[in-house]
């Protein structure tokens, strides 16, 4: 098309770009047309392409602070007895799990203190796969070169996108403080509280971008970030395990909100590289992808070297082969944690059996199994069963975005049926999350070993991990029928409900919930193993409606038409 043509392209309303502007100087409106404000359609294409997950994590995080408000009310009317507070101190396997005490006779504190972890790695792994999804990922799928072919640079396109992720941030943070207030646990410690939380998301946002401008393929920058998450996990661990060494805190994103303390005497020091370190991270990215093409990298990988042909004989042999770095991340991660724990259970146990008045809340909440060598084991395996269950939906999320990019229908269109292509996706992600749960169990047991703890044998730390198989098939197959029935669910559907359920058998018998509720959680139906034998027909149950949803989830699929986008 010729310029002078280009230049007449009619509006939607039947005039020219340029009679449109006319008309509008005419009229004095000053704003210019839609087509003149790129930046604002980019933020607009990047709030709708992460309200859905952005809206649950903030939902989901306001109400699971509230949670922990009711259960501490309910369990500790009293607040926490003094005697308590002190083993909670001294416990080093105590501190390095939950971090160091602080205001645990308040409501507020004790949230922060036993919830603090949990959520600041939520919001971590969150911003880590949102944002390589929409920098990265967007990239390996070839649509920024639709956004850049505009009159938007990359590093504004950049600027866009992580504007609009700290605003997720900031929108959180306050969902999170609004809540913190209506549970009257106090104003200004609230907005402390909410502005760490903001700090710390915008920490592994700014993270994750930098790893998107570092590597190629989304799958090598969410590792590389996730890397960084691990590696701040452990400084935090080894900051809160002795005051002695608490200045490693600072070193840690994760360690921030343990030092500002919101609901004991704050440390206002801490606000600011919770302020500083993402704008800096954040600017360095914008930096970085200023630097380098589109399609590439800045560490990219050596160029001329032979080809490797391995495993690309069949969609199967593929997909093992496009995902077994993310699988090796995985175990990796997965071992070095369980190591920790296996190492920790025996004082742990050592320090529940010195408390009776601890044992006898436990009891109240339904945990008192958990008081026993085997018992704490059982409920360690559930907590590894969450994981690798999550690992499988994530792993069956990729399947989705084969089919966004185009490939899957590239692999489709040849000799491949649908049915054997996504069977093998599925067969590759429920072994990838079996060999998980066998590294896990087998790293518990080295760890137990190596503290000098007794009692747990090889095969009863297997068990407790192996007992959550039907929970982890039950999760697979949701997520197979979400790729065939609700395509564009495939990971949200599975990963939501699989948190809910876990937290829903955690604090529901605290707050007394109703039986029929507690029921609706899969991990409700889960019994203690190796403590007890292997509740059969409830594992049976749940491994059949897993392979039903697997089913329907390959003949829809076998049914729909290929989407992309």
């Known amino acids: 098309m010729s310029a002078p043509a280009h230049a007449q392209l009619r509006h939607p309303h039947g005039l ?10 005419r009229r004095g409106d ?9 930046c604002r359609a980019v933020a607009a294409l990047t709030v709708r392409q992460t309200r859905r997950s952005a809206g649950l994590l903030v939902v989901a995080g306001a109400v699971y602070m509230l949670l922990e408000v009711a259960t501490f009310r309910r369990v500790y009317p009293n607040g926490v007895s003094p005697l308590q507070f002190q083993m909670f101190e001294d416990n080093p396997a105590v501190r390095m799990m939950q971090g160091s005490p602080v205001a645990l006779d308040t409501a507020g504190g004790f949230a922060v203190w ?8 939520l919001l971590a792994v969150w911003a880590i796969l949102t944002t390589t999804r929409l920098l990265r990922g967007e990239e390996d799928l070839e649509r920024t070169d639709q956004l850049l072919a505009g009159p938007v640079r990359a590093s504004t396109l950049t600027t866009v996108v992580l504007s609009v992720l700290g605003g997720v941030a900031l929108l959180l943070g306050v969902a999170v403080a609004l809540a913190m207030v209506v549970a009257g646990t106090g104003i200004a410690p609230s907005v402390l509280l909410g502005a760490a939380l903001i700090g710390v998301t915008a920490t592994f946002v700014a ?25 701040a996990y452990v400084l935090r661990m080894l900051g809160n395990s002795a005051d002695a060494r608490s200045w490693v805190r600072w070193l840690t994103p994760l360690g921030w909100l343990d030092e500002l303390k919101p609901y004991g005497d704050p440390d206002l020091r801490a606000l600011l590289p919770l ?21 590439g990298a800045l560490l990219s990988r050596e160029a001329g070297r032979a080809a490797r042909l391995r495993h690309l004989g069949g969609p199967t042999d593929f997909a093992w082969r496009s995902n077994r770095g993310v699988l090796l991340g995985w175990v990796v991660a997965l071992a070095g944690f369980a190591l920790v724990m296996g190492s920790l259970i025996g004082t742990m146990v050592e320090w529940l059996a010195g408390d009776q008045s601890y044992q006898e809340l436990m009891a109240s909440v339904g945990m008192d199994v958990a008081l026993n060598t085997l018992g704490f084991l059982a409920m360690l395996g559930s907590m590894f069963g969450v994981a690798v269950a999550l690992h499988v939906a994530w792993r069956l999320g990729s399947v989705r975005a084969e089919e966004e990019s185009g490939r899957a229908e590239a692999v489709l269109a040849r000799p491949v049926s649908r049915l054997r292509w996504l069977s093998g996706h599925a067969a590759l992600a429920f072994l990838g999350g079996l060999v998980l749960l066998v590294v896990s169990g087998t790293a ?3 760890g137990v070993v190596a503290s000098g703890a007794a009692g747990i044998s090889w095969a009863d730390a297997l068990k407790s991990v192996l007992n959550t198989i039907p929970l982890v098939v039950l999760v697979g197959g949701l997520a197979v029928a979400c790729f065939g029935l609700l395509p564009r669910a495939t990971t949200a559907i599975p990963v939501t409900l699989t948190v809910v359920w876990f937290v829903l058998a955690m604090v529901g018998p605290a707050l007394q919930w109703p039986s029929w509720v507690l029921d609706l959680s899969p991990f409700t139906h889960l019994a203690w193993v190796p403590m007890v034998p292997w509740a059969a027909t409830s594992g049976v149950v749940m491994t059949v409606i897993g392979l039903a949803l697997l089913f329907i989830g390959l003949v829809a699929f076998h049914r729909r038409d290929i ?3």
């Open 114 to 121: 036993d919830a603090g972890w949990f959520i600041q790695a």
């Open 207 to 231: 993270t994750a971008a930098i790893t998107s401008q570092l590597v190629d393929v989304r799958r090598r920058a969410a590792a590389l970030a996730a890397g960084v998450l691990a590696v």
């Open 16 to 25: 020219t770009e340029r009679a449109h502007a006319s008309r509008a100087r």
């Open 563 to 565: 989407t992309e986008g």
């Open 275 to 295: 302020v500083v370190v993402p704008a800096l991270l954040a600017g360095v990215a914008v930096l970085l992808r200023g630097r380098r093409d589109t399609g």
């Open 444 to 446: 518990l047991w080295i």
């Open 30 to 38: 000053a704003s210019p047309p839609r087509a003149a404000r790129p």
